[in-house]
C-alpha cells in the first residue's frame, strides 16, 4: 500500500512539473532587446530560459528572434547549445507554447508593443484562421524565421 502511495505522489508531482516549469516576468524585468517592461504585456511574452534556470523575457517573439539571431550582442557569455526552453504566448489561449512547434503569421492586422509582430499560434489551423481573419502575408514554422524579418517588421515590410 505505501508503494502505492508514493508512486501516486510521484505521479501527481510529475504530471505538475511542467506546470511549475512556466517562468512568468517579474515587475523589473527588462527585453534584453528593446529595454521595454515584459510584464506590462503579458499576452505577449516570449521567453529563454537556460539549462540554470536563468530567464531572459520578451515583450513578443520579434524581440525573441532579433535575440536569438544575435546571442553576442543581447546576451554576451550565454551560449545556444545552453537554452532549455524557448517558449512564446499562444495568441488565442494566452498560454505559454513551445516556441519551436509555434506557426507565426506575419504581416497582419493585429500589432503588438513593438507594432508589426510574429504572431504566435499553436496548431496550423489556427494559423491558418488567423491568417484569415486577421489579413495576415504568411505563415511560418520556428526554423523559417530569418535573421532580416524581425527588422522588416520593424519597417513594416512582410
Known amino acids: ?40 504585456y503579458p499576452n505577449w511574452v516570449a521567453v529563454v530560459q537556460y539549462r540554470d534556470g536563468h530567464a531572459h523575457f520578451f515583450d513578443g517573439a520579434k524581440d525573441l528572434y532579433k535575440y536569438l539571431h544575435d546571442l553576442p550582442k543581447y546576451a554576451p557569455g ?9 517558449q512564446v504566448t499562444d495568441f488565442y489561449s494566452l498560454t505559454r507554447i513551445d516556441a519551436q512547434k509555434a506557426f507565426f503569421v506575419v504581416g497582419s ?3 503588438g508593443p513593438m507594432g508589426h509582430e510574429l504572431v504566435p499560434l499553436a496548431t496550423r489551423a489556427d494559423a491558418e484562421d488567423f491568417l484569415k481573419d486577421h489579413k495576415g ?18 519597417d513594416g515590410k512582410f
Open 109 to 111: 492586422d493585429v500589432l
Open 1 to 40: 500500500m505505501r508503494r502505492f502511495f508514493v508512486a501516486l505522489l510521484l505521479a501527481l508531482w510529475a504530471g505538475l512539473a511542467p506546470a511549475q516549469g512556466v517562468v512568468k516576468p517579474g515587475a523589473k524585468d527588462l527585453c534584453p532587446v528593446c529595454g521595454m517592461l515584459v510584464s506590462k
Open 78 to 86: 550565454h551560449r545556444r547549445e545552453d537554452i532549455a526552453v524557448i
Open 137 to 154: 502575408k504568411r505563415i511560418l514554422g520556428f526554423a523559417e524565421v530569418s535573421r532580416e524579418l524581425p527588422f522588416k517588421l520593424d
